[in-house]
């Protein structure tokens, strides 16, 4: 408990930048070029946020029980902020209420919290990334760093056409492998600056079993790797 809450500290000045970036986000329209710029650099924060959460996810061994009581919790959470938005908007006369839009509403909107739609499907792909990353050897990390950040960035990138939906559509299936990529390399920064230090000594190039304690020294000089 003790090293978790040393981790979180550290981790907090980080966490802190990440939502003044996600408020900048938000607030920064696209009327003038320096908007435009500050939008763009504050575009760092999402992936800061899942880099975070993929360090704390994957560096521990969850029971289904356990995963599954975190998803019904977000979910459950996800469901009553969403019913908030949909009653405030019903006083307000912006939807007229029906059974079946009502649902789709509670399950799709409001989009702005789109995260916690992506952090469930995180918890349920927790345990299999947990084991890929917990015994993958370098050269594997690496491809699939290359072929998720391949996919999910230059091909989805090079693939788009314009805003036509039905292209979204086509090439949705893409889309969760940023996260991916992001995760994995949650673990691929400070597993792998471990293993550098090992391997001077002359250890064996297996993947280091890299524990929640690891220093934030040891994620920054991975960063070079």
Request: hydrophobic share 55%; glycine share 4%; net charge positive.
């Amino acid at each position: 408990m003790a090293g978790r809450i040393t981790i979180i500290r550290r981790a907090l000045p980080l966490v802190v930048l990440a939502a003044f970036g996600v408020v900048l986000i938000h607030i920064c329209d696209f009327a003038c070029f320096w908007n435009v710029c500050y939008n763009a650099l504050a575009h760092f924060s999402v992936p800061v946020f899942v880099l975070i959460s993929g360090y704390y996810l994957l560096n521990r061994e969850f029971t289904a029980p356990q995963l599954l009581t975190r998803i019904a919790r977000l979910f459950g959470r996800m469901l009553a902020w969403a019913a908030i938005y949909y009653i405030f908007e019903l006083l307000r006369g912006e939807v007229v209420f029906a059974p079946k839009e009502a649902v789709r509403y509670l399950l799709t909107q409001p989009t702005h919290l789109w995260y916690q739609y992506a952090l469930i499907t995180l918890l349920l792909f927790t345990s299999a990334l947990h084991i890929f990353t917990t015994h993958a050897e370098k050269g594997l990390y690496r491809y699939v760093l290359a072929l998720t950040f391949a996919l999910g960035s230059l091909v989805l990138i090079a693939l788009r056409e314009g805003d036509d939906p039905s292209a979204a559509a086509r090439y949705a299936f893409l889309a969760p492998l940023p996260v991916v990529f992001t995760m994995v390399m949650s673990r691929y920064l400070p597993c792998w600056s471990a293993l550098s230090s090992a391997s001077i000594s002359g250890a064996s190039a297996s993947v280091p079993s890299c524990s929640v304690t690891v220093s934030v020294t040891a994620v920054a000089s991975a960063s070079s790797i």
